[in-house]
DNA sequence: TATGTATTGTTTGATGTTCAAAGTAATTTT
DNA sequence: AAAATTACTTTGAACATCAAACAATACATA
């Protein structure tokens, strides 16, 4: 197996086992995959617009007027209009929205230190170093 | 912000960014994701029984039997019972399952190299044996 | 200011994903 | 031979997603 075959594997390989981890996490939860992701994003950058939270998800706002629904429905979030344009609707996290996204921020955490506690603390700055790297350019 | 917060940033933001390559790398092609995924699976590890597909899928086998069915249905892969245990199923991938696969790998491959592209060979050595001891030890 | 255009968000209909539970067929155990 | 186990399929339900059509509001310009 050639060099890059090698970090292809070891890649899709690391994606993987993240993409299940993160599934069988959000399982455990009262929330829906999609639930999840839309908290995670307003619990990251705080109340915004539907159409800002659509983007941010990456699906359209139809997906997220269905998303946001159920969360209201279960009281996760909750949406007003805005006196300057009504067209506009801003998209908050109640507090059992902030308590949610909290809780999946601990759950992070933790996956964090597991991986963190595999490595030696080089490898610990070189991993943050080169997928800082990554993260600003490569995609 | 923490060097514990700073990692779990890194890593979610790398995450979600490698998520939505592939989602649109697959909306590129005539596979669904799902199928997308079987195909992976029976490309890498070649021919196998509906159980041990449905494993690697981390699904169960009735969302398994849905898949196979598409697959066998657009020609990507064939069903075939085994003569010594009749209850067993194998599914092979046909020359048009292969060649998804192929190409799909290719796009692998490009991704890998695109992020290559931005490090130093240096960091790609410690990426690939960080990734390693990820992969063999932390999920 | 009136009309046309653009924006924001919702609804609808279709396809796909997934599970749990119940069902079928074949094999193994007792 | 009956009972238990295994491999897979079917079914019904919830969820995810899109594209297209729609409604309400705001903006632009003639």
Redesign the pocket.
């Known amino acids: 197996m050639n060099s890059l075959d090698e970090l292809t594997h070891e890649l899709f390989t690391f994606f993987n086992g993240f993409s299940s981890w993160e599934n069988s996490v959000i399982k455990t939860s009262d929330l829906?995959?999609?639930?999840a992701?839309a908290i995670e994003i307003l619990g990251n950058h705080g109340q915004m617009?539907?159409?800002?939270l659509?983007q941010h998800?990456?699906?359209?706002?139809?997906?997220?007027?269905?998303?946001?629904?159920?969360l209201e429905k279960k009281e996760y979030a909750t949406?007003e209009s805005v006196k300057?344009?009504?067209?506009?609707?801003?998209i908050t996290l109640t507090e059992k929205g902030q308590h949610a996204f909290a809780e999946h921020h601990q759950y992070h955490s933790n996956l964090t230190e597991q991986i963190l506690s595999v490595l030696s603390s080089e490898e610990n700055e070189q991993l943050v170093k080169i997928l800082k790297k990554i993260n600003a350019e490569a995609f």
Request: aromatic share 0%; net charge positive.
């Open positions: 829906t995959v999609s639930e992701h617009k539907m159409k800002t659509a998800l990456g699906v359209t706002t139809g997906t997220t007027t269905v998303t946001v629904d159920r949406r300057e344009d009504r067209r506009i609707h801003l």
